[in-house]
């Protein structure tokens, strides 16, 4: 098949090791990857705080680059599920643009949801050794219901203990321009997430959203607090390098 | 009402500060939730029965007019007097002159949340007819003189001991704080005024339009005294609050006493189907019904914020809402707290300088979405009202340029690129332990509590196109 990647605005700019990462993974499981030039972001920043023309614009950019791509998958799931639950919204009242839409929703993944329930290789081969837990990022479940596949990826990877976390289903805090808006409220949220981050008793947090991510590790680290945060793509990296 | 004069920021300060408050807020919406949970579970189809009241409601809301009408006629018909209240002041200028009219001294009120949103307390105690508030939650905060922190546990803010406290000037002497003395202590106080009392004044659960009946439900019986033992009984209700029949009301009574309390029904659920007929042995003999608009009709035509009128006000949001979770319900500043309030309250008071914070005390995480019982996207309509906000020019307008320059460089993939890269050099001043430690506002915002990673020395754009001796 051949996979084209949506590195999203955060990746991008942050974590390029997640986008090429992920690039490994897909190629090491048999397919062609390519990541089509001109795509940014999928506006749901400027979407969600009510900036509506100018999300759709950014919304237009990104239909635009996957157009002739087969199969679009990323590693977000807030992302995914901006493109999947909004962008019909967005071009409601443009029939060319909502048509395309709708065929970037039919070819767009999550990628925990693409190599477990598309290619159905739950079973990456990884060994890595840690205790680790898993935040469920709310996009993600509530949105596109992503529930079983991050979990299944990581029940195979030889070597990792999967602790639970308390009060799993509550939000990071992180909601994007949420924590700079409500930057005090956003900190209790993220504060309580820490709590039960540490009561897990894991050494390694793991989520498969970089948003999310990005917003725990920062206050753990504010805190100084030793977990380590990793997207789950780059667990199963490191553990098929092995 | 003191948290009425403060500034959002200083009531979420506040919040923040309290304790007390942030525990107690905790532990009662856990409770809540896990017993919601349970009385959901065990119906083993909750989804189809969400499908169902969502299927109500919005057949009702569809067709309000109608049903209003068929309610108001069966009402009339057997000569209760229904007043119709375009504003809060309408409202409230009714139920003054009822109260006038008896020279009523002695008024009592079970919960309404329609009470609060017109804030009729505060009318009637100017009168010298002050209301007493029978349900224990809303007669703690009636002594503390706060406005509700939950629309179904108004009291949820206060601790046991706190209660003690308040209602030791009253007792005379210090009270223990167990719950057996205090609701010991209130029953007493209360069985005197349900004796005394002239007047009554009740909330609404559902309205059943075809018979004309009145629906409460209570968890103390207290609704039932006071829509029993007065002479004269009026009550409120948002013009929303309809069922067409029976039929629909078991579903609605199943979906809020289990989403609200968890419970398989209320303790009470009191049907009137006023006034008293000379066969019953009580009930009031003047009944009153004051139904609210208050800008209803208008959300009713608009077709973005319709299914907000679908709320049967249970709480649910409230329970799994981790920003409330955080500040309890006083911190929003509206009678409405929670998700819902967050929707409706600018909605109603249509008033983006006062109440223009609300859709954004959301992360927008999903979970109020999650756990309403009649699917009211309330995230969605959070979004929306947030866009509305922004269309109207009410949006700051620093916010509104780094949107703009957001569109600009977030369609442009190559400036972007170049943007980044200088962004990498230009955080140095910032970086502490290759994390970034601080910067301009609003990054300040988030660097005040939290780092952030470095911007990449190159993003995965450049090294993609590099690797693939692209330019
Ligand atoms: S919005 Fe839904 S969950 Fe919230 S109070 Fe209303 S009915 Fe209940």
Redesign the pocket.
């Known amino acids: 098949m051949k996979v084209s990647l949506f590195a999203t605005c955060l990746t991008n700019a942050f974590y390029p090791e997640v986008d090429l990462t992920m690039a490994k993974i897909l190629k090491h499981l048999g397919h062609t990857v390519d990541v089509p030039e001109g795509q940014v972001c999928c506006g749901q920043i400027a979407f969600n705080s009510g900036y509506v023309d100018d999300a759709r614009e950014v919304a237009r950019t990104l239909i635009n680059s996957f157009e002739r791509s087969e199969v679009v998958v990323g590693p977000s799931g807030s992302c995914i599920a901006m493109i999947h639950h909004y962008y019909p919204t967005l071009f409601e009242k443009e029939p060319v643009y909502l048509k395309k839409a709708e065929d970037l929703i039919q070819k767009s993944y999550e990628f925990t949801q693409f190599v477990v329930d598309v290619l159905k290789k739950p079973d990456l081969g990884a060994h890595y050794k840690a205790k680790a837990t898993y935040h469920p990022s709310c996009h993600a479940t509530r949105l596109l219901g992503i529930g079983e596949a991050p979990l299944k990826l990581l029940q195979h990877v030889k070597g990792l203990e999967l602790l639970p976390l308390p009060e799993a289903q509550l939000c990071c805090g992180f909601g994007g321009t949420f924590s700079v808006k409500m930057p005090k409220i956003s900190e209790a949220m993220v504060a309580e997430k820490a709590e039960h981050v540490l009561a897990s008793g894991a050494d390694i947090l793991l989520g498969l959203d970089m948003g999310c991510l990005m917003n725990i590790s920062g206050y753990l680290e504010k805190i100084n607090k030793p977990v380590k945060t990793m997207h789950i793509i780059q667990l199963l990296g490191e553990g098929m390098k092995s | 009402m003191t948290m009425y004069n403060l500034t959002t920021d200083q009531r979420v300060d506040k919040a923040l500060a309290d304790n007390f408050l942030r525990q107690a807020t905790r532990r009662a919406t856990d409770r809540l939730r896990n017993n919601k949970y349970k009385a959901s579970d065990e119906l083993g189809n909750w989804e189809e029965w969400r499908n169902a009241g969502e299927t109500i409601r919005k057949h009702v809301i569809a067709n309000l007019d109608f049903y209003l009408h068929q309610l108001i006629e069966q009402m009339e018909k057997r000569g209760v007097h229904v007043h119709l209240a375009k504003t809060p002041a309408d409202a409230v200028g009714i139920v003054r002159n009822i109260v006038r009219e008896h020279d009523a001294k002695n008024v009592l009120k079970s919960k309404s949340m329609i009470s609060e949103e017109i804030h009729l307390n505060h009318a009637l105690e100017e009168d010298g007819a002050a209301a007493v508030e029978t349900d224990l939650g809303e007669y703690i905060i009636q002594i503390a003189g706060e406005p509700p922190s939950h629309?179904i546990v108004p009291a949820m803010h206060k601790t046991r001991q706190q209660v003690a406290d308040l209602f030791e000037p009253i007792a005379g002497h210090a009270l223990s704080s167990d719950t057996p003395t205090l609701t010991r202590f209130v029953r007493i106080q209360m069985r005197e005024q349900f004796l005394r009392g002239d007047i009554g004044i009740t909330g609404c659960n559902f309205a059943v339009a075809n018979t004309g009946s009145i629906v409460m439900v209570t968890n103390e019986g207290n609704g039932r005294m006071v829509s029993t033992l007065p002479r004269v009984q009026i009550t409120l209700m948002g013009m929303e609050r309809i069922v067409p029949s029976f039929r629909e009301l078991d579903i609605m009574l199943n979906?809020?006493a289990r989403?609200?309390t968890g419970q398989r029904l209320s303790s009470y659920t009191t049907i009137l189907t006023p006034p008293k007929k000379s066969a019953d042995s009580d009930g009031p003999e003047e009944y009153h019904l004051v139904i609210l608009d208050h800008n209803r009709s208008e959300i009713l035509g608009d077709k973005l914020f319709r299914t907000?009128l679908?709320?049967?006000?249970?709480?649910?949001?409230?329970n799994v809402c981790p920003v409330y979770r955080q500040l309890g319900g006083h911190a929003y500043g509206s009678v409405y707290s929670?998700?819902?309030g967050s929707?409706i309250t600018p909605l109603l008071e249509k008033d983006w300088k006062k109440w223009g914070h609300l859709p954004y005390f959301s992360s927008l995480c999903g979970a109020?979405t999650e756990?309403?019982?009649?699917?009211?996207p309330?995230h969605d309509l959070l979004v929306k009202l947030r866009m509305r906000k922004t269309q109207s020019g009410h949006t700051p307008q620093v916010e509104q340029q780094i949107f703009k320059a957001y569109r600009y460089l977030f369609t442009r993939e190559k400036t972007l690129r170049r943007a980044l890269r200088l962004g990498a050099h230009l955080q140095w001043p910032f970086v502490r332990n290759h994390r970034i430690t601080g910067g301009p506002a609003p990054l300040s915002n988030w660097t005040k509590s939290r780092t952030l990673p470095m911007v990449a020395p190159k993003p995965f754009m450049q090294i993609w196109a590099d690797l693939n001796n692209k330019r």
């Open positions: 629309i979906l809020l989403s609200a907000a679908n709320c049967i006000r249970c709480g649910a949001c409230f929670g998700p819902i929707v109020c756990g309403c019982p009649v699917r009211i309330l």
